[in-house]
C-alpha cells in the first residue's frame, strides 16, 4: 500500500506564506493498494491535485471514494475534481457516517452550490452499498468506526492482501464530553496498523475555548499512538492558523515525547506530497 496526502489543513484552506512548506489544501488522502485500486479518503481541495495526478497517468479504472463525513473542508474539492469531467471515468461513493449526511451529499451537484447539475457529470457516478460491516475494495478490507464529532464523522481501517494496513481517523474529538468512542475503543480499531492518521487540530492554548469543536490536542493523539503502537503515527488536519513553523516546532516536541513514551511508533506531521510506501506489519 502507498499513501499521499494531498490535503493536510483542517477547517478551511490556509494559503500563503506561512503555511507554504505543510501546505494550504484540506483533508485529502490516496491510498494505493497492492493490486492498484486507488482510494480517495475525503474530498477537500486536496482533491485537485489528486485528479491531475490521476488525470496525468491516464487511469480510467474506478476511484473509491470515502468521506469522513461532509463538513466543508472534506467535500469542497469534489466538483474539482478533474475525472468526474471524463466520460471513461468512474468514481464510487461508499456509505457516509449517517442518513442525514447521505442526504447532503446529493446536495453538491445542484445548480446552486455549482454550475454543473448532477445530472451533467459525463464520468458514472456511483453509490457503493457494500453488505455488512467489512468492505472488499480491490485488495483490501475496509472497516469504519464512528467518531466524536459534531454531526458524526467516521474512521476508516484499511487492511491490504500484501499485510499492511492504516487508519484513518478524522475529524474526532478525543476525551469529548460525551463521547460516543473512547480512546481504547479507538487504541483497538487502529491496533498495530503501519500507518495510524489522526486529526491533531489542537494544541493546549486553544483550550478551553475550542473544547466541543469536535478536534482532537496534539497530547491527546501522542496517547492514542502509545497504545494502538503503529509503525507510524501521523499528526493530520492541521489548524488553518497553525505556522510552518509552528507545525515544526509541533513535530519536534511530539518526537520528544513518544521517544520517551513509546520508541517503537515514528512520528510524521503530515504535509502535501508526503507519500509512504508501507511494509508488511
Ligand atoms: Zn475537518
Ligand atoms: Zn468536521
Same mark, same amino acid.
Given at each position: 500500500?502507498?499513501?499521499?496526502?494531498?490535503?493536510?489543513?483542517?477547517?478551511?484552506?490556509?494559503?500563503?506564506?506561512?503555511?507554504?512548506?505543510?501546505?494550504?489544501?484540506?483533508?485529502?488522502?490516496?491510498?494505493?493498494?497492492?493490486?492498484?485500486?486507488?482510494?480517495?479518503?475525503? &474530498?477537500?481541495?486536496? $482533491?485537485?491535485?489528486?485528479?491531475?495526478?490521476?488525470?496525468?497517468?491516464?487511469? +480510467?479504472?474506478?476511484?473509491?471514494?470515502?468521506?469522513?463525513?461532509?463538513?466543508?473542508?472534506?467535500?469542497?474539492?469534489?466538483?474539482?475534481?478533474?475525472?468526474?469531467?471524463?466520460? !471513461?471515468?468512474?468514481?464510487?461513493?461508499?456509505?457516509?457516517?449517517?442518513? &442525514?449526511?447521505?442526504?447532503? +451529499?446529493? !446536495?453538491?451537484?445542484?445548480?446552486?452550490?455549482?454550475?454543473?447539475?448532477?445530472?451533467? =457529470?459525463?464520468?458514472?457516478?456511483?453509490?457503493?452499498?457494500?453488505?455488512?460491516?467489512?468492505? +472488499?475494495?480491490?485488495?483490501?478490507?475496509?472497516?469504519? #468506526?464512528?467518531? !466524536?464529532?459534531?454531526?458524526?464523522? +467516521?474512521?476508516?481501517?484499511?487492511?491490504?492482501?500484501?499485510?499492511?494496513?492504516?487508519?484513518?481517523?478524522?475529524?474526532?474529538?478525543?476525551?469529548? &464530553?460525551?463521547? #460516543?468512542?473512547?480512546?481504547?475503543?479507538?487504541?483497538?480499531?487502529?491496533?498495530?496498523?503501519?500507518?495510524?492518521?489522526?486529526?491533531?487540530?489542537?494544541?493546549?492554548?486553544?483550550?478551553?475555548?475550542?473544547?466541543?469543536?469536535?478536534?482532537?490536542?496534539?497530547?491527546?493523539?501522542?496517547?492514542?499512538?502509545?497504545?494502538?503502537?503503529?509503525?507510524?503515527?501521523?499528526?493530520?488536519?492541521?489548524?488553518?492558523?497553525?505556522?510552518?513553523?509552528?507545525?515544526?516546532? =509541533?513535530?519536534?516536541?511530539?518526537?520528544?515525547?513518544?521517544?520517551?513514551?513509546?520508541?517503537?511508533?515514528?512520528?510524521?506531521?503530515a504535509h502535501e506530497g508526503l507519500a509512504?510506501? $508501507?511494509?508488511?506489519?
Amino acid at each position: 500500500m502507498r499513501v499521499t496526502f494531498h490535503g493536510v489543513r483542517g477547517s478551511v484552506p490556509a494559503p500563503g506564506p506561512q503555511t507554504s512548506r505543510y501546505g494550504g489544501n484540506t483533508s485529502c488522502v490516496e491510498v494505493r493498494l497492492s493490486d492498484g485500486s486507488t482510494l480517495a479518503l475525503d &474530498a477537500g481541495t486536496g $482533491l485537485r491535485e489528486l485528479g491531475k495526478t490521476l488525470a496525468r497517468e491516464g487511469r +480510467q479504472s474506478p476511484v473509491h471514494l470515502f468521506l469522513s463525513h461532509t463538513h466543508w473542508d472534506h467535500v469542497m474539492g469534489l466538483p474539482f475534481f478533474a475525472p468526474l469531467y471524463d466520460k !471513461n471515468n468512474h468514481l464510487l461513493v461508499y456509505p457516509l457516517a449517517n442518513e &442525514a449526511q447521505e442526504r447532503f +451529499q446529493r !446536495n453538491i451537484f445542484d445548480d446552486i452550490h455549482f454550475p454543473v447539475s448532477v445530472h451533467d =457529470i459525463p464520468s458514472k457516478v456511483e453509490f457503493a452499498r457494500p453488505d455488512g460491516d467489512v468492505w +472488499q475494495v480491490g485488495s483490501a478490507r475496509v472497516r469504519r #468506526i464512528q467518531l !466524536n464529532h459534531p454531526g458524526g464523522a +467516521q474512521g476508516f481501517r484499511i487492511d491490504d492482501d500484501d499485510g499492511s494496513s492504516m487508519a484513518y481517523l478524522t475529524d474526532n474529538e478525543m476525551n469529548a &464530553a460525551r463521547p #460516543i468512542i473512547t480512546v481504547d475503543e479507538l487504541a483497538r480499531f487502529s491496533d498495530g496498523v503501519n500507518l495510524l492518521i489522526h486529526d491533531a487540530q489542537y494544541v493546549p492554548a486553544d483550550m478551553p475555548h475550542k473544547r466541543g469543536f469536535g478536534h482532537s490536542l496534539v497530547e491527546d493523539v501522542l496517547k492514542l499512538g502509545e497504545y494502538a503502537r503503529p509503525k507510524d503515527l501521523v499528526l493530520f488536519h492541521h489548524d488553518p492558523d497553525r505556522s510552518d513553523d509552528a507545525l515544526d516546532q =509541533i513535530g519536534l516536541e511530539a518526537k520528544t515525547w513518544l521517544t520517551e513514551h513509546a520508541k517503537d511508533v515514528g512520528l510524521l506531521v503530515a504535509h502535501e506530497g508526503l507519500a509512504v510506501d $508501507l511494509g508488511k506489519r
